[in-house]
């Protein structure tokens, strides 16, 4: 048996995983696959969508199910299959953002599908979100969007996106999962999607207990991710909430924040 038998370490990837440069460093790589190799089992939490993980699965090892669109859906790449998933009901999320879009004719409105993504509503802040995830960006009038959705995103200046969000929430918070991701990025998700819920759902898909789970977080998105677990770690550059529901603050993005917490798991579970 390996010291890490029943043991998974979820974590998310930008602004945690991933340098200031959106790389994987040699340190955290060699760090997940020593984790590997002594039974550990390891995957990512992610608002990333399922096309832009791809980038990266040439050089990330991941033996467990990944939790991508911000806990929208769970998705084993290994086997090319949804374990798990939360959509939207497409009649009234389509209502919804006509509704945002109507109201505040600045926001850029970012629709995904499980295999797709639209742009309904373009900004600057959209075009710079695209382009960083290295998607190409297809403006389509929202009524022409394929169905189902997964997920949508909103975007637009900080200041401006307090009085956007109290909206929704005033207005659609019985009915939806939102919340930002960073002041200028809310999201708009099914009821009951989150990293947290998506987190338990890849430990069920594993036989894992959660009781064994270790998570890694930055930003207010992981709040969910962070309290479903047995221990969770936060890097030094995490917003104040997250660094407060850490167990333990590891070196930051750029300094190999994953290989810190396979070593603090190393004096957790000693080799028998």
């Not at 790589?29 to 993980?53: N, P, W, Y």
């Not at 939806?176 to 200028?184: A, H, K, N, V, W």
Request: glycine share 8%; hydrophobic share 40%; charged share 25%.
């Amino acid at each position: 048996m390996g010291r890490f038998d029943g043991v998974m370490i979820l974590t998310d990837m930008d602004g945690t995983l991933l340098d200031s440069q959106s790389r994987l460093s040699p340190e955290n790589r060699d760090a997940i696959l020593q984790f590997i190799a002594q039974g550990g089992r390891f995957s990512v939490a992610t608002g990333r969508v399922k096309r832009a993980m791809e980038y990266f699965l040439p050089n990330l090892p991941l033996n467990a199910p990944a939790v991508l669109f911000n806990g929208s859906t769970v998705y084993d790449f290994q086997r090319g299959k949804t374990v798990w998933e939360k959509r939207l009901d497409h009649g009234p999320a389509l209502a919804f953002a006509q509704d945002i879009m109507g109201r505040f004719p600045w926001v850029g409105v970012e629709v995904f599908l499980a295999e797709d993504e639209y742009v309904a509503q373009n900004n600057d802040r959209t075009r710079r979100h695209f382009q960083f995830v290295r998607l190409e960006l297809k403006e389509k009038n929202i009524l022409e969007i394929p169905q189902p959705w997964v997920k949508f995103n909103l975007t637009g200046q900080a200041e401006q996106m307090g009085e956007l969000a109290d909206y929704c929430q005033n207005r659609y918070g019985r009915q939806y999962f939102m919340q930002f991701s960073t002041s200028d990025f809310y999201e708009v998700m099914a009821a009951g999607a989150n990293k947290g819920a998506g987190a338990l759902a890849a430990c069920r898909a594993c036989g894992l207990s959660p009781n064994h789970l270790y998570t890694l977080g930055d930003g207010y998105n992981d709040k969910e991710l962070m309290e479903c677990a047995k221990m969770c770690f936060a890097p030094e550059n995490a917003a104040e909430p997250i660094r407060r529901l850490a167990h333990r603050i590891l070196p930051d993005n750029d300094h190999h924040t994953l290989a810190a917490a396979v070593q603090a798991l190393e004096e957790l579970y000693p080799e028998q």
